[in-house]
């Protein structure tokens, strides 16, 4: 049996899908501040030309992407990539709490008794009397078709309730 040795070559378009892949994760960690960068595993030459992207114009940083698209060849990719997913974690977090504070506000908003209920049982600290306020006046604004303030106001609320400690 012949083996064929084109059969462990990438192909071409493979080749440039991974390049193209390396200088989109050398565009993110040029994006990253340098507190941040300071967690992930890089050699001194590429960690020194991520950092030098920080100040560049916009029209040199393509050709500096690319070479720092060469640089990461050299470098452990998955333990880079792995140390990006754990900085980009927290913010996950902190959406999902966004989330939570935007449903419990609409909910709040949609006038319905039993969502109020729910939501003085989820955060018995809250102050009743404010919280139906904030609603009436919003609402009453809604009506009004005037800037969502109380709205606004209701949110910010919400984000305090959640933020502090159960």
């Known amino acids: 049996m012949i083996h064929d040795s084109r059969q462990d070559e990438k192909s071409r378009s493979q080749i440039k899908r991974d390049l193209q892949a390396l200088k989109e994760l050398g565009i993110q960690l040029a994006g990253l501040p340098k507190g941040e960068l300071s967690a992930v595993p890089l050699s001194d030459k590429t ?49 999902a709490k966004l989330h939570d504070t935007e449903r419990w506000r609409d909910a709040l908003l949609s006038g319905d008794e039993t969502q109020l209920d729910a939501f003085i049982e989820r955060y018995p600290a809250c102050d009743r009397a404010r919280v139906r306020l904030l609603v009436r006046n919003a609402r009453k604004e809604l009506t009004l078709d005037k800037p969502p303030r109380s709205a606004r106001e209701l949110f910010r609320y919400v984000r305090g309730l959640s933020d502090r400690p159960d």
């Open 47 to 95: 960690r020194a030309a991520v950092l030098a992207a920080h100040g560049m114009a916009r029209n040199a940083l393509a050709r500096h992407y690319r070479y720092l698209s060469s640089l990461l060849t050299a470098e452990d990719v998955p333990a880079i990539r792995a140390a990006l997913a754990g900085k980009l974690q927290p913010h996950a977090g902190d959406v």
